[in-house]
């Protein structure tokens, strides 16, 4: 008869194999595989994923630079490195999460852990993130967006509310040229610092304050975001300019008086999506 000393020993062997054998049967899947279903499960969601190499690494994850975000009609954003691991302790204790590292340029860093299993909830970071190296922001007709971005965001799922989350922005020396919606040119904007908080309500990202005072002018901005970059955008821009920069630029705000609602005040209403912006009708 097994005394418990040789059955403690054959436990742990047994549950060693348990845990040891899909490790090894991951490794053993070829690259290509690897990527074929990395990229095959990104276009389901309507994302066209590219990257110079995509790799398996110890023991479960991916790891990838110069991995491409976009769709099929732009690039969002490109990072140096990404790597995604599964993490083996909450497998112990019944829970699937995964980790998120990852650079667009040296001097940044993006970071995440999520839970997915048996209920999602996370946090994520981005640090040090230069506005001009997100290919999202930038203006299609050649305008242009600067400044160095600080996110922080929380998020969790439950059954009645779904999933909710908090967005916490901050902006140093952000500078706006030659943007446009649509056909409309807007006015330059140069800002020391923004802060903006925004709340997260299923798929769908809701700006509750987001508003900065550049040279001359005051902006805030307002309304639900997608989280999919390639559904509708409902925004609205509030302007609200000095009479000294409106004697500066009489040509602009004149293409903007359709939108005046007050004497100084303009408002814009902003559809389309992210990549591509348009101005909703009134």
Known sequence: MMNK??????????????????VLTYQLIPNTVIQHTVKY???TKGIKLTAEN?????????????LSLGNTQATWMVLNKAKLSLQLLPLFVGRIAVSFQGAVTSNSTLDADLALWPKMQGTAHADNLALETISLLQSADGGSMKGTAKVEITLQTTQKVGTTGQVKLLVNNLQTNGLKISAMPLPDLSCPQIRGMATIQGTKLKINNLAFAGKGIYARLQGMVQ??????LNLNLELMPSA???????????????????SGSYQIPIGGTLSNPQLSRK
């Open 227 to 232: 989280m999919d970059p390639n559904l509708p």
């Open 54 to 66: 995509l790799t398996t690494t110890f023991p479960i994850g991916i790891k990838a630079h110069k």
């Open 5 to 22: 000393k040789t059955a403690l020993i054959a436990s742990g062997l047994c549950v060693t194999g348990l845990l040891t054998l899909p």
């Open 244 to 262: 000294e920069l409106l004697e500066q630029q009489k040509s602009l705000f004149l293409i903007m008086f359709p939108y005046q609602v007050s």
């Open 41 to 43: 499960f990104a276009a």
